[in-house]
C-alpha cells in the first residue's frame, strides 16, 4: 500500500528556477562544478529557488552500436561529454552543497536507478520521454517529485500523464514546451500555459523555454498567463564547448550567467507588474485614490438650502474639485437632509443627515 502524503510533505514547484546544463559540461567534472557555482551566484543574486539539472543516459544501450558514427555531431556530443557515475556524484555534491535543488532528466530505467543512488531529488522527464511508458512506470516507483515537459503533447494525452501520476500519487508539475530549439517567437503558443493552467488547477503549470537566448519577453507573458516555475537551457563559455560544432546551434538557446540575471529580472518586473492573483485582497494605494479624487466631482448647492430641509437633485450641481470632506457625485443620492444651512456654489458636505421619508 501506497503512503499517503500530507500537504506538508508536497513538492512545492511554486517560483522554481530550473537550470539546465544537458551537456553542457563538456565531461569535465570541473567544468560542471563551474556552471553550478555560477548559476548559484546568479540565483542567490536575484533571491530566487533554483535547481540545477543535469541528464543521465547509458550510452551503451541508449544508443544502437550501428549508430554511433564519429562523424555525426549528435553522436559526437554524447561521446564527449560522456560522465561516470563517480563523476556525476561529485557535481550533484556541488549542486546541494551549494543548497540547489538537484534534478537530473532519466532517459533510460538504468539512469533512474542512478538517480537514487546519487540521492538527486527531483526527476525530469523531457518532452521526448512523455509516451515513454517503461520509463514512466520506472520513475514513479521512485515516489521522488516529478517535472514533466508536454512539448508536442496534444491536451488528450496530457490528460493520460495527468492521470498516470495522479494514480500513483507523485507530486508532479507539468511543464508547457515547444520543442523547436530555438523557438521562432511565432510558434512559442504561450496560450497553452492559460489552457493547462484552468485544465489542471490543483498542479503546478510551468513553462520550459528554448527561446533565443537574449528573449526577455517570454517569460514576463508566461508568468501572466499563469506559469509558476521555469527551465532554461545554461552553459558557460569553455573552450571544450566550443570545440563541438553542434554547440554553435545550442547557444543560440541557451542562456549565459550575465543572460540569466537579465531573465531573472524580467521575471521580477512581471511579477511586479501583475501584482497578486487575489484581487480582492489588494487594496488601492493612497497615492492612486488621491490621483482619482483630483477627477471626482463633487456636490455643490445651486441655491439657499436651510438645515432640515430635503435636498432635491434640481438643488445641487456636480463640478471638480472635490474637496475634503464634501459628498461626490457618486455618493449623491435624491432626499438627503440637509444638516447645516448652505449658500450657492458651497460644498456639500459628506455628513449630510440620511434620506428624508
Keep these: 500500500m501506497i503512503n499517503q502524503k500530507t500537504n506538508s510533505d508536497k513538492f512545492d514547484f511554486n517560483n522554481l528556477f530550473i537550470f539546465e546544463v544537458s551537456k553542457n559540461h563538456a565531461g569535465s567534472v570541473d567544468l560542471g562544478k563551474r556552471l553550478v557555482r555560477e548559476f548559484s551566484k546568479v540565483a542567490k543574486d536575484a533571491g530566487v529557488r533554483a535547481a540545477i539539472k543535469l541528464q543521465f543516459q547509458n550510452l551503451d544501450t541508449y544508443i544502437h552500436p550501428q549508430y554511433r558514427s564519429n562523424d555525426d555531431p549528435r553522436m559526437k556530443r554524447y561521446f564527449s561529454s560522456r560522465l561516470s557515475e563517480e563523476q556525476f556524484k561529485e557535481i550533484v555534491s556541488e ?40 520509463l514512466l512506470k520506472c520513475v514513479v516507483r521512485s515516489k521522488k517529485p516529478v517535472v514533466c515537459s508536454v512539448g508536442g503533447l496534444p491536451l488528450k494525452d496530457i490528460d493520460v500523464l495527468y492521470n498516470f501520476f495522479k494514480e500513483n500519487e507523485i507530486d508532479f508539475a507539468l511543464l508547457h514546451c515547444v520543442s523547436m530549439y530555438p523557438t521562432p517567437e511565432e510558434h512559442m503558443q504561450l496560450h497553452k500555459i492559460s489552457v493547462m493552467k484552468k485544465r489542471y488547477p490543483d498542479i503546478s503549470i510551468g513553462f520550459s523555454t528554448h527561446a533565443p537566448s537574449d528573449n526577455l519577453s517570454a517569460i514576463q507573458l508566461a508568468h501572466a498567463l499563469g506559469a509558476r516555475l ?17 554547440f554553435y546551434k545550442i547557444r543560440t538557446y541557451t542562456m549565459t550567467p550575465e543572460q540569466a540575471v537579465k531573465w531573472l529580472a524580467s521575471y521580477k518586473e512581471a511579477v511586479a507588474m501583475c501584482g497578486s492573483l487575489n484581487a480582492d485582497s489588494v487594496l488601492p494605494e493612497e497615492k492612486e485614490i488621491q490621483t482619482l479624487k483630483t477627477m471626482m466631482r463633487g456636490v455643490y448647492a445651486r441655491s439657499n438650502l436651510k438645515k432640515g430641509e430635503l435636498i432635491k437633485r434640481k438643488d445641487v450641481y456636480f463640478a471638480i474639485p472635490l474637496s475634503e470632506g464634501q459628498m461626490s457625485s457618486g455618493e449623491w443620492q435624491e432626499g438627503f437632509v440637509a444638516n447645516q444651512t448652505y449658500v450657492p456654489d458651497q460644498a456639500v458636505l459628506n455628513n449630510t443627515g440620511t434620506k428624508g421619508k
Excluded at 532554461?232 to 570545440?243: F, K, S
Design 95 to 134: 549542486i546541494h552543497k551549494e543548497d540547489l535543488i538537484s534534478m537530473s532528466t532519466p532517459f533510460d530505467e538504468e539512469s533512474v536507478d542512478m538517480l537514487d543512488r546519487l540521492s538527486v531529488q527531483v526527476i525530469k522527464i523531457a518532452s521526448s520521454s512523455a509516451k515513454d511508458w517503461p
Design 230 to 246: 521555469f527551465e532554461r537551457h545554461v552553459a558557460i563559455p569553455d573552450e571544450q564547448l566550443e570545440e563541438n560544432l553542434l
